[in-house]
């Protein structure tokens, strides 16, 4: 069983940055690749960003490219989704998700196996 543990959300104002985390075990990066998503009420959960840090490759949705950017520690087995100028449609609980495929469908969360416990975002003024 493989744990994450998500962290960094909270409220911020329109144009503000968050950066979120997403801890597993430091090993855990070598076999896995991590998915963000986000699921705002009433909506499906989407897919926001990906990252194969063995495989050196990342994905963005495109309601989000060039705002959000996607980095990994594997030393520390996190991974992080910073995401600047931020607007109130970003407004979601926020997942990490991992899988130990390594050709998925990134956007997809039938591709992953291990979920976190999500983390709030607010943009509000």
């Known amino acids: 069983q493989l744990q994450l543990v998500e962290s960094g959300g909270g409220l911020v104002q329109p144009g503000g940055s968050l950066r979120l985390s997403c801890a597993t075990s430091?090993?855990?990066?070598?076999?896995?690749?991590i998915g963000w998503f986000r699921q705002a009420p009433g909506k499906e959960r989407e897919g926001v960003s990906y990252?194969?840090?063995?495989?050196?490759?990342?994905n963005y949705a495109d309601l989000v490219k060039g705002r959000f950017t996607v980095f990994g520690d594997r030393a520390k087995g996190t991974v992080y989704l910073q995401m600047n100028n931020l607007k109130p449609e970003d407004t979601a609980v926020y997942y990490c998700?991992?899988?130990?495929?390594?050709?998925?469908?990134?956007?997809?969360?039938?591709?992953?196996?291990?979920w976190g416990q999500g983390t709030q975002v607010t943009v509000s003024s």
């Open positions: 998700a991992a899988t130990p495929a390594s050709s998925v469908t990134w956007y997809s969360a039938n591709s992953y196996t291990y």
């Open positions: 990252i194969s840090i063995s495989g050196g490759i990342t």
């Open positions: 430091a090993s855990a990066l070598n076999y896995y690749d």
